[in-house]
């Protein structure tokens, strides 16, 4: 029984750190999923989203009673001479007498007071135009952190391709690499046996040598862009990144996205400029409304005591309370100069918006093109690459036998390799040209879903 419970609980050690050691592999959805929740440029994004609600309620605040409450006490130090003569002594009452002596004593007075006051608001179409401005602004910062995750999207993506790219391109540089260091044991079992030219071993070491600085050099570029991949995701750079790999294998069977019609209110940039309009057109009702009265009510309590005694047993009061009507007379053509201004930036929105709205409208269209030159090339190149593979493989075969040259086999292999990396090179265009038009269309959310 005890061997039995031994077993086990190596049997558990053993799996726990196989699944410990096991790396995660990231593929595109996981990565930008990450980046919203871990992304520096997203998080301030959202601080700036909490600002502005915080603005929002600090307007409104003021829409509310404002109270506030006084308090303040005084030591007075005195110092009487009172020189009164005797014939007005003998003039006073005797009965006012014990005051002048007790006048005479004085030396301090304290003093305590305390007090409320209340004002409303209770019509003022400026505050009322404020809070609307704040509300769109709101609005405006939650579309700027839209617009930072698209970016971050696009980013992340065409990194992602990139480097996806560069391990197939890599994969062909090792199996190229391979089948080339067979041709070196050949070539050197020919030369060891009279059968060959040292020159032809020779040509195959430099092209070994020049494949294996290619691999070094295409290594170090996938190394520098996955670490650019965890800048961009908010993943620690000492950390390690395993990202899938597979996404190039479909690229044949994903024929080009269908395109609708060209709907610029879908384009973040637009709305963005849309809702700068609005708080434009809210800036200038809000100068407007500068030339209407404002009306306040207000209310005030306060309380004081006087004593020669630090001791506050006697209180004096008063409330006050009334309604302040502000009518504005003459600014000296301030507003009416604000006006002019809000004019001008409007009309330079508008010119705006129609520059983008051209802008975004070409590359909308270019894009079209960009996925279907890019697809037709992947089928062509495609094609082409297997052509490549079946003369090399035919013509190893015949080096071999002896039917044909070495040069004939390094052409061969040169060729191959050409055909590869410009199969890939159509892969990242294809990718790349299917982000351009999801960043055309506005749908770029749509590689998360």
Known sequence: ????????????????????????????????????????????????????????????????????????????????????????????????????????????????????????????????????????AEDLYRLSETQQKEDLIYEIASNYYQILVNFSQLAVIENNYQNLNQAEKSADLLYKNDLGKKTDLNRIKVNIINLGTQKEQL??????????????????????????????????????????????????????????????????????????????????ASYQSYNTKFSFNQWSNNEVIGLSLSIPIFDGGEKRSKIRQSDFKTNQLEEQMKQTISQMESEYRNSINEVRTSYNAILAQDANKKLATDIYEQTNLQYKEGMSNLTDLLDAETSLRTTQDAYDQHVLDFKIANLNLLKAQGKLNTIIQ
Request: charged share 20%; hydrophobic share 40%.
């Open 1 to 136: 029984m005890k061997r039995r419970v031994i077993i086990f609980f190596l049997l558990t050690i053993i799996t726990w750190n196989a699944g410990a050691q096991e790396k995660k592999t990231w593929n595109l959805k996981q990565l930008i999923q990450y980046s919203f929740e871990n992304s520096p440029m997203i998080r301030i994004a959202k601080m700036k989203i909490d600002e502005s609600t915080f603005k929002t309620r600090e307007t409104k605040s003021k829409q509310l009673p404002q109270i506030s409450g006084t308090v303040g006490g005084q030591a007075m130090f005195i110092n009487l001479k009172m020189d009164i003569p005797a014939a007005m002594i003998n003039q006073i009452p005797s009965q006012y007498l014990p005051i002048i002596d007790a006048i005479r004593d004085i030396d301090k007075l304290y003093s305590l007071s305390g007090g409320v006051q209340l004002t409303q608001v209770i019509y003022n179409p400026q505050l009322r135009n404020g809070i609307l401005t704040a509300k769109s």
């Open 219 to 300: 290594q170090n570029a996938i190394s520098k862009q996955i670490n650019y991949l965890k800048v961009l995701c908010g993943i620690p750079v000492n950390d390690s990144l395993e990202i899938d790999r597979n996404e190039p294998a479909n690229i044949q069977t994903n024929p080009p996205l269908n395109v609708a019609t060209f709907a610029p209110e879908s384009r973040t940039e637009y709305k963005s400029l849309q809702i700068q309009k609005n708080l434009e057109a809210l800036n200038q009702k809000n100068i407007k409304a500068g030339y209407q009265p404002s009306l306040a009510a207000f209310g005030q």
